[in-house]
């Protein structure tokens, strides 16, 4: 079992940065891969971005060049940097750990773009 939880989200104006923090219960073990997940009213959860146990990284092309997935493991904390916030970026942000074939997830920050 691992337990996660998320912070950092909030309401920042088009063009602003955020950074959403993603703690977990413990470290992560090969094959793994940590990543965030968004869900805008209406829509489909979809995929932001993804780090692999060995350091490799994943973005949505959507997100490419605005947002950076990194993680400290002396933490087990996950961070997704996100600069040139568009509207179109407002959705709820979940934080998830693949282990095997489970999928654990966090109960998810709100961010909201708008002026």
């Known amino acids: 079992q691992v337990q996660i939880v998320e912070s950092g989200g909030g309401l920042v104006q088009p063009g602003g940065s955020l950074r959403l923090s993603c703690a977990t219960s413990g470290s992560m073990r090969y094959g793994d891969f940590m990543g965030w997940y968004r869900q805008a009213p209406g829509k489909q959860r979809e995929s932001v971005a993804i780090?692999?146990?060995?350091?490799?990284?994943s973005y949505a092309d959507s997100v490419k060049g605005r947002f950076t997935i990194s993680r400290d493991n002396a933490k087990n904390t996950a961070y997704l940097q996100m600069t040139s916030l568009e509207p179109e970026d407002t959705a709820v942000y979940y934080c998830t750990v693949r282990r095997g074939l489970q999928n654990y997830w966090g109960q998810g920050t709100q961010v909201t773009v708008s002026s």
């Open positions: 780090i692999f146990s060995g350091g490799g990284k």
